[in-house]
């Protein structure tokens, strides 16, 4: 039962570079999304894929893209890293048929930009 | 105006009190509800589903309140296993559209021996 998978776990960039966040859920979800969560401030919606082929923003899209590679997966690119993007990112999904269950969450990537 | 309010604490009581979290939402329209408990360092995990007719499961029982959008978890019996953060989360589906979920950001809770 591996729900969520997100890699890598830890990560450690210099400011200005780049890298992508992988994701991939094997519960034949339709909608995947990207949250960060920082001290005080809870999860924030990054960007959201109701389903393969389709992406939005959240309420903290700059400085990030994503992908929805196919229905498994989903990834999030930080093109040019910053200290403000030093954060806990985690990977979730859900099936859009299921109006009374919550997301399955991955484990979560540490990242600190220095 | 956040889409869910919560009391952030911390609480911290002591094993086998009886502690209560509450939430505020601020969309009517809001679908369904859920608390999560999210461990230091670890994932946010689905606790339980928030019915309108209230729910139990075992020590935790979970209340709604659409008319004063309010949502609640008691936990009786409380165990040191219990010390974490609860989450309390809005989904703000529009019929068949994205299931969309908001957080709030948590009440901590600490059991003491």
């Known amino acids: 039962n591996a729900g969520v998978t997100q890699t890598p776990k830890f990560q450690v960039l210099k400011t200005g570079q780049s890298m992508t966040l992988q994701c991939a859920q094997d519960?034949?979800?339709?909608?995947m999304y990207w949250y960060r969560q920082d001290p005080g401030m809870g999860l924030r919606l990054i960007y959201y894929?109701?389903?393969?082929?389709?992406?939005d923003k959240g309420e903290v899209p700059n400085g990030y893209n994503v992908s929805r590679l196919n229905k498994r997966e989903f990834s999030l690119r930080l093109e040019s890293a910053a200290p403000s993007q030093t954060s806990v990112y985690f990977c979730?999904?859900?099936?859009?048929?299921?109006?009374?269950?919550?997301?399955?969450f991955g484990s979560g990537t540490r990242l600190t930009v220095v | 105006r956040k889409e869910v309010e919560q009391d952030p604490g911390p609480f911290n009581v002591p094993e086998g009190a009886t502690v209560a979290f509450n939430c505020t939402y601020s969309?009517?329209?809001?679908?369904?509800f859920f608390w999560y408990r999210q461990d230091c360092r670890k994932e946010p995990k689905l606790l339980m589903s928030?019915?309108?007719s209230g729910n139990e499961d075992g020590r935790f029982t979970a209340q709604l309140n659409r008319a004063s959008q309010y949502i609640s978890l008691l936990i009786r019996d409380s165990k040191l296993s219990d010390s974490a953060t609860y989450l309390c989360?809005?989904?703000?589906?529009?019929?068949?559209?994205?299931?969309?979920?908001?957080f709030g950001r948590g009440t901590q809770l600490t059991v003491w021996p």
């Open positions: 979730a999904s859900r099936d859009l048929e299921g109006a009374n269950y919550g997301y399955t």
């Open positions: 519960m034949n979800h339709n909608s």
């Open positions: 894929s109701a389903s393969e082929g389709t992406t």
């Open positions: 969309n009517s329209a809001s679908q369904s």
């Open positions: 928030v019915y309108s």
């Open positions: 989360v809005v989904n703000t589906d529009r019929g068949s559209t994205l299931g969309r979920l908001y």
